[in-house]
């Protein structure tokens, strides 16, 4: 199903990249709400956030203040003049926003992983012209992420962006929530037309990861930035690592450096012939590769041998890792590839054994 989508422009809002939405994770108190805002408002941002409900992992958490918090938004908008977006996740929350006035929505990660919720969402917003933005889905389903923007869309709002915010694994490192960019390059590869903000709080999960991320976003053509800041981040009752002050945020806005798609081309070009000359040639070795693969699928059905040789697998993987670091490539880089390579072959082996 093709989007039929419209530009989400806000009167006072620059056009310029990157749109930038901030405030706390969490609605706590007037005061925080109000005091983060005005800090917020004096350096230059025009949207607020905070979280109204909370979906928490598990119970016994800050599960947001409710209703009553919107009030504190619509203070926000009275004393500010900023546009107020808070997150829904139920029928129920889609009303009290609209009542109460709310200019944008989001659809957090646990949601949109749920049709049914989605769906129930999309059923409240029918006939109502607001924009909504829906973070993708905790799991690396770019179907299920265009999935919840259909059924919004099917309802009859276009005004529409995603915030990409990370994937769940289970062996947390660097990350809170593995960026896996090419999840929202390939997004905007499907609908060119689609804004894609970045949500460096929740991918880094910690303070210090902030800046690059924002950079990395913006480097890759990303249209804004949803970034968690509070008056006081390490007393947040929510996620307090990975906020930071609307001082710091400045700051890391400030130092972003914004390159554009359509500068001068011709040397990018000339760039560009290189690296399809290069991807030739890698397409080339690895058709190679393949052949001899198959010649060895031969060898091990007429000897009744099996196909996976473990010894044989680690032992490639281990020397094209080390290999890899020698050529400044990131040795877990080069793993995955080699892993990937090595899944094709066996499919390819397992074709010829069974022929
Ligand atoms: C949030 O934005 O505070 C939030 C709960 O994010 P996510 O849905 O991405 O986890
Ligand atoms: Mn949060």
Redesign the pocket.
């Known amino acids: 199903m093709e989007l039929d989508l419209q530009p989400i422009e806000l009167e006072g809002v620059s056009k310029e990249r990157p749109l930038v939405i901030a405030g706390p994770?969490?609605a706590e108190t007037e005061e925080q709400v109000l005091s983060t805002a005005k800090q917020l408002s004096d350096k230059g941002v025009k949207i607020f956030?905070a979280?109204i409900w909370?979906?928490r992992t598990k119970p016994g958490g800050f599960e947001g203040i409710g209703v009553e918090g919107l009030t504190w938004m619509k203070e926000v908008q009275k004393e500010t003049g900023m546009y107020v977006a808070t997150?829904v996740a139920t029928a129920k929350h889609v009303y009290e926003c609209l009542k109460a006035g709310i200019d944008i929505l989001?659809i957090?990660?646990?949601t949109t992983a749920n049709p049914f919720a989605v769906q129930e969402i999309a059923d409240a917003l029918k006939g109502v012209d607001v924009p909504v933005f829906v973070?993708n889905p905790v799991n690396p389903d770019l179907e299920l992420w265009i999935g919840a923007l259909e059924r919004i869309n099917g309802a009859g709002l276009k005004r529409i962006g995603v915030?990409h915010?990370g994937f769940s694994s289970y062996d947390k490192k660097i990350y809170r929530n593995l960026p896996q960019w090419h999840i929202p390059i390939e997004l905007r590869r499907r609908i060119p037309n689609l804004p894609i903000l970045c949500?460096p709080s929740?991918i880094g999960g910690k303070r210090e990861l902030i800046a690059p991320l924002c950079q990395q976003a913006m480097d890759l053509g990303f249209d804004g930035l949803?970034v968690?800041s509070h008056c006081n981040p390490d007393c947040a009752w929510s996620?307090a690592a990975q906020q930071v002050t609307p001082d710091v945020l400045d700051y890391i806005l400030n130092l972003l450096v914004i390159r554009t798609e359509h500068q001068s081309t011709e040397n990018l070009n000339e760039l560009r012939r290189q690296i399809d000359d290069c991807d030739n040639e890698l397409m080339d070795i690895l058709a190679k590769r393949m052949r001899v693969c198959r010649e060895i699928g031969t060898f091990k059905k007429e000897h009744n041998m099996t196909i996976l040789q473990t010894n044989r697998y680690n032992e490639i993987l281990d020397k094209r890792g080390a290999q890899g670091s020698l050529c400044g490539m990131d040795a877990d880089f080069v793993k995955q590839v080699f892993e990937a390579i090595h899944e094709e072959s066996v499919r390819q082996q397992l074709e010829i054994i069974n022929k």
């Open positions: 994770c969490s956030r979280g909370k979906p997150e989001w957090g990660a646990r973070k915030i915010r949500d929740h949803i968690e996620d």
